[in-house]
């Protein structure tokens, strides 16, 4: 990963942001991670610009709620893409999302290959999401500014996630959240997946 001053974060024009959302359960973090990308550029840089861990045991309908908040905010208010994490708890929160009429992209992690959706609902392999990351970490176009709260965090569990999917064997990805922390590195994985699957024109709810 690399990890950048804030003034070396060029202001994208036009710029475009989507918030990943990752959820957590009982002994899990709900992890938020916001990138920041050029809407026009076929090859885009993601810049996290903002990380955040939610407090263990918050309930899902006030995640729902704080998120609604920072996507009111600017600069994200009419511009930010939110994908959510709709694998096991999380269909019936993308529900309260879109009860809200926040439009949330649905992401459902999936083995296998095909990546596949029907409108707003996608189903997308492990594997997909750990190349992401893996060229994003590669090519130098996932990038963190060092004063954001938890870069040093993230980039821990990027270090270690790095090692355990070395460890299983390619495609099998079998160690991948299993048995320490990873909700900043899911979160940053759907934001970076997204900014490369996005259309042009900014999806407004």
């Given at each position: 990963m690399r990890i950048v001053?804030?003034?070396e974060l060029d202001e994208p024009d036009p710029e475009r942001y989507c918030l990943g959302l990752d959820l957590g359960q009982v002994s899990d973090y709900t992890a938020i991670a916001v990138g920041r990308y050029n809407a026009e550029r076929k090859a885009r840089v993601?810049?996290?610009v903002y990380l955040e861990r939610i407090g263990l045991g918050?309930?899902?309908p006030d995640v729902?709620?704080?998120v609604e908040s920072l996507l009111l905010r600017p600069p994200l208010a009419g511009r930010c893409d939110l994908v959510v994490d709709a694998t096991g708890v999380g269909r019936p929160v993308?529900?309260?999302f879109r009860e809200r009429r926040l439009n949330p992209v649905a992401l459902t992690i999936t083995g296998g290959f095909d990546v596949t959706h029907e409108g707003r609902d996608w189903k997308v392999p492990k594997r997909e999401l750990v190349a992401v990351v893996q060229v994003g970490l590669q090519a130098r176009t996932l990038r963190?500014?060092?004063d954001l709260a938890h870069a040093e965090t993230l980039r821990g569990e990027l270090a270690a996630f790095e090692i355990r999917v070395t460890a299983a064997a390619n495609d099998t990805y079998g160690a991948w959240r299993e048995?320490?922390?990873d909700d900043l590195v899911l979160a940053v994985a759907m934001v970076a997946w997204w900014a490369r699957r996005a259309p042009g024109p900014l999806v407004v709810w």
């Open positions: 001053e804030p003034w993601v810049d996290v918050t309930s899902y729902v709620e704080y993308v529900d309260l963190v500014a060092r048995g320490t922390h």
